[in-house]
């Protein structure tokens, strides 16, 4: 495609939004490549900026609808992508949305539905967990994500990456870092570096979960404090169990009862979770 259209009197980006916006032409065109996206495809941007992506995304997607959080640059954006036919803005926080709710709103009949973005890097986390808690009508997510955090998606037990986020993303995904971009292409220039990582969803999960809602909620609390325990972890979230118990059901799941979270792989976390859950319906 052609290069991208530079507006005049580009917005300053704002430190308390974690704006670092993306210059390069290059980056936003393999981003985009990347994403598999075609005429077919509805897009989900989550915080456009300026809307260098956005504009890469108009040109190869069906549809985008794009969510801004920022209230001063959503009269820029309108600006920008006025005579743009198949772009939806919406200045709302994602923390917030109704996801379902609106990609039932904006595409009804599309099921081709995939989310690529340049996150925030303070918010990266409840951002990922909020579409892989509340929505099964994304079929693939393709984000820019501060490089750290990006490692974690596919890392492995007893590694120092592996958390939670690990743990939610590999029973939902198949998750690939698929290139690492340096903090030079951004304005201004963050302090680290970047990777673009891509998350297949899978149609049906590996491993079978009793209770979506408790299991997610259930892994938080597995990685509470690092440092401790499971067992400890656990104690201190679910006050009806005793030690004892917690160690019980460890055992009974062949895990030692000194066990910490970052020890334990998806197959068996899911296992100890739907354990964990039964218990507690018994209640």
């Excluded at 985009?32 to 989550?46: A, F, L, M, P, W």
């Excluded at 595409?107 to 890097?121: A, G, H, K, R, T």
């Excluded at 104690?235 to 030692?256: C, H, W």
Aim: hydrophobic share 40%.
């Amino acid at each position: 495609m052609n290069e991208p259209r530079q507006p005049r009197n580009l917005p300053r980006a704002k430190k308390h939004f974690g704006q670092n916006f993306l210059t390069d032409t290059h980056v936003l065109s393999r981003i985009v490549k990347s994403s598999g996206i075609d005429k077919n495809t509805c897009v989900v941007e989550i915080g456009p900026g300026t809307g260098a992506l956005t504009e890469y995304l108009l040109a190869s997607a069906k549809h985008v609808l794009a969510y801004e959080i920022d209230k001063d640059l959503i009269p820029f954006l309108k600006e920008r992508f006025a005579k743009e036919t198949n772009f939806t803005l919406k200045q709302q926080d994602i923390l917030k949305v109704q996801i379902d709710q609106d990609l039932a709103t904006v595409f009804p009949d599309n099921m081709d539905i995939v989310v690529v973005s340049n996150l925030p890097y303070y918010i990266t986390t409840p951002i990922l967990m909020r579409f892989l808690e509340t929505t099964h009508r994304v079929k693939r997510m393709v984000f820019m994500v501060q490089y750290e955090v990006g490692k974690r998606f596919t890392s492995k037990p007893n590694t120092k990456d592996y958390n939670a986020l690990s743990i939610a993303i590999q029973y939902r995904a198949n998750a690939k870092l698929l290139f690492k971009v340096p903090r030079t292409v951004f304005v201004p220039v963050p302090n680290v570096d970047s990777a673009v990582v891509e998350l297949d969803i899978l149609e049906h999960p590996l491993y079978p979960v009793d209770n979506e809602t408790f299991f997610f909620e259930f892994i938080k609390n597995l990685f509470g404090q690092r440092r401790k325990t499971v067992v400890n972890n656990l104690v201190s979230t679910y006050p009806t169990f005793s030690k004892d118990q917690i160690m019980e059901a460890l055992l009974e799941e062949g895990l030692d009862p000194q066990v910490r979270a970052e020890a334990i792989d998806l197959e068996k976390t899911i296992s100890f979770a739907n354990r964990i859950h039964g218990l507690l319906k018994q209640e």
